[in-house]
């Protein structure tokens, strides 16, 4: 570029802000997340944390960000095809309790979709018939339509992954000691079936009515 030239604008730098801002607009406090954006980004762009009743939980999942120019439809329309590191992929589904949550921004529509990352891999094992694209550098996932971020899908969104962290909770308040893990759910106080600690408790407060019965 010559002296007087004025610095350009990158076309890719350009949709990624507008994909930021996009995303900023959609969840946030309002709607029940916290964006943190992951400084160094080796992995994932956020850090996402649940808000419930205007407060927050703690609870945080991964959260990739993908801006795409012009969208491939496959199946009649139903899902978008997108190619993604078959390595970034790998890294999403080792986030427990939830894995990684993908979010596609169509820029030319203004819109975003989601699924969880277990979900796209889902998708690919029914679609291949062996595993060698576990071994190649990039993947072929594919999104629903279904899953747009509109005001009805971010609450869905919200509600699935509250419900992930729940059963987690559930599970290691279970099975925990088994596994070493310590015992502190203060997400769901009520009763489990298949927790045996609470089935004991049930029998011991409720066991001779029971037996009258």
């Given at each position: 570029m010559a002296l007087n030239d004025l610095p350009q604008i990158d076309p890719s730098a350009s949709n990624s802000a507008t994909s930021v801002r996009k995303l900023a607009a959609l969840l946030n406090d309002q709607t029940g997340?916290?964006?943190?954006?992951?400084?160094?980004?080796?992995?994932c762009d956020?850090?996402?944390?649940?808000?419930?009743?205007?407060?927050?939980?703690?609870?945080?999942?991964?959260?990739?960000l993908k801006s795409i120019a012009k969208i491939n439809m496959v199946e009649n329309g139903k899902f978008i095809?997108?190619?993604?590191?078959?390595?970034?992929?790998?890294y999403m589904l080792k986030h427990a309790p939830t894995t990684c949550i993908f979010i596609f921004y169509d820029?030319?529509?203004?819109?975003?979709?989601?699924?969880?990352?277990?979900?796209?891999?889902?998708?690919?094992?029914?679609?291949?018939?062996?595993?060698?694209?576990?071994?190649?550098?990039?993947?072929?996932?594919?999104?629903?339509?279904?899953?747009?971020?509109?005001?009805?899908?971010?609450a869905e969104l919200h509600h699935r992954l509250f419900s992930r962290f729940i059963e987690a909770a559930k599970m290691q308040s279970?099975?925990?000691?088994?596994?070493?893990l310590p015992i502190v759910n203060l997400l769901d106080a009520a009763f489990d079936p298949r927790n045996p600690t609470h089935l004991k408790k049930l029998l011991k407060d409720y066991g001779l009515f029971f037996l009258g019965q």
């Open positions: 997340f916290i964006l943190r954006k992951e400084d160094p980004d080796l992995g956020y850090m996402v944390e649940l808000v419930s009743k205007s407060s927050a939980t703690g609870l945080k999942f991964p959260l990739q095809s997108y190619q993604v590191k078959t390595s970034r992929l790998g820029i030319a529509a203004d819109k975003c979709y989601y699924d969880f990352s277990d979900n796209l891999y889902g998708r690919i094992i029914y679609d291949r018939a062996g595993d060698n694209w576990t071994q190649q550098e990039f993947v072929q996932v594919h999104m629903p339509i279904a899953h747009e971020l509109t005001a009805e899908g971010i279970a099975n925990g000691t088994k596994y070493g």
